[in-house]
DNA sequence: CGTGATTTTGACGACACTCAAATAAAGTGG
DNA sequence: CCACTTTATTTGAGTGTCGTCAAAATCACG
């Protein structure tokens, strides 16, 4: 059993009011989906604030009220719970695009927040928020939308830990995390890997030993190239689609931080 | 590798028009947790088909095309996905009050769903059905927290297969199947079990032999009985929540199928 | 260059899977 | 209603994967 940072300061409150590019703003092509016209555009920027953080910060934790929600428009974020025995579960990663918030009013974040690089969000009082979509009910749907597929990537996740071999599981992440964020640090092959061996084997349910060892394997295997801490090349994806089980990768893996 | 039945008639477009009792339909207590007006209420039931299956019928098939809702009424189903090495995964089953259907339009099937028991369920067009939410758009949100919920179901199952042990998901597995239909089906507290060991199985990401093994051995410490075929009587639910790691059950598990 | 964190590697044991057989329950036809 | 078949469940024995414990190696940072 680990301790775990606890340090919780207060980003929802405190704002840098910076004004964000709403227009070419990532969320569009993930959680949100949708074109706003310029009037939403216009509500939506006077509406929000703009948080940042630092790598390590947490952000928001388990059992503490939830009243806001963030598009997360820059940077990398882990999300974790804890379990009732003291182990850890990182249910996800979280970046540039992605939702995270609780949409039921009155409850507690399930989750804590953690920053695996610093980064930046907008962040929206949930209420103002709620209202702002059920007046713009295409974008309900969209979300509703974009919740089935945080569905159904979780049911492949489920079905990942439920039945796969530890070098099975290392594969389809790689896939997974290399898949999502492709288009947005694209250096030539190079995964970045901001999170740790421990955090990927909470990922994946595994010892942080078995991850290890997954890594080596696939790297004697010649499936991937690890140049540096942090980093990861891969050079054969068939094989590891091959090992993951996936015909392709599920679409939106945790768009929708919970 | 087991063969998997395979017939599917063409519940989807046959229709039984029996009204059903929408006033006091299930539904309201769960995936829409949401009171229709009179005027709702009647267009919801011009637009519904009932349709009815027996047990081992098959609804809907993996790969299918998806264009209809259902809301389950009466039975119970099981809701599973065949994976790439021939092996079946349950995702979950639906039972009275739970909705089945891709609100993505164009899509597939991402599931398989097959009837434990004989059921009806209310079939809507997609379309319509998109539309009558759109239409009304505190629906859509109810919808969404329904969404969101399942999510973090989903959570608890994926923590489930990945960290807990054969007992432990077994004892949790009772928790979530009698928790989720104790007012429905509750006959002095003898759970119904629908399902065989090998269907239990596949939705813990176990053999079902060890499913078996952890009845046995949580009969032996007297948690539970198992009176005859198909029935559970839990004796011990302190020892099942001690057990499971639960500190309650997930509130409303798989009450939205894909 | 030294200190601390992270990662890798090794040895050993526990849990769950596979294979196999026995038992129990349900369905079928005379 | 009973013998027979089929299906589901239970139980046992042996094997493999992964977790735990431990130590070494690598890397980051001051």
Same sequence: chains 1, 2.
């Avoid at 974040?109 to 929206?124: D, K, Q, S």
């Avoid at 190079?190 to 990922?203: G, Q, S």
Wanted: charged share 25%; hydrophobic share 40%.
């Amino acid at each position: 059993m680990r301790t775990v940072t606890a340090k919780c300061p207060s980003f929802w409150s405190g704002a840098d009011c910076v004004l964000p590019d709403c227009a070419n703003c990532l969320v569009r092509r993930f959680a949100l989906r949708c074109d706003f016209d310029d009037a939403g555009l216009a509500q939506l920027r006077r509406m929000s604030d703009v948080i940042t953080w630092k790598k390590g910060d947490t952000l928001c934790e388990q059992g503490m009220p939830a009243d806001k929600v963030l598009i997360i428009t820059e940077g990398l974020l882990k999300i974790y719970r804890l379990l009732t025995d003291g182990r850890r579960h990182v249910t996800g990663f979280l970046g540039p695009g992605d939702m995270l918030g609780v949409l039921k009013a009155g409850s507690e974040f399930c989750c804590t927040v953690e920053g695996l690089t610093a980064g930046r969000a907008c962040a929206y009082d949930r209420d103002r928020f709620l209202r702002l979509i059920t007046d713009h009910p295409e974008l309900t749907l969209k979300l509703l939308i974009t919740a089935t597929d945080e569905i159904e990537a979780q049911h492949e996740h489920t079905i990942l830990l439920g039945r796969r071999l530890a070098e099975e599981r290392v594969a389809a992440f790689l896939l997974i995390f290399s898949h999502r964020w492709r288009d947005i640090d694209d250096v030539d092959g190079v995964v970045p890997l901001p999170m740790t061996r421990e955090d990927i084997a909470e990922y994946l349910g595994l010892s942080l030993e078995s991850v290890s060892r997954a890594f080596s394997r696939l790297k004697a295997l010649g499936y991937i190239e690890l140049p540096r801490r942090g980093e990861v090349v891969i050079r054969n994806v068939p094989a590891l689609y091959q090992l993951s089980g996936f015909e392709e990768v599920p679409a939106h893996t945790m768009a929708l931080g919970l």
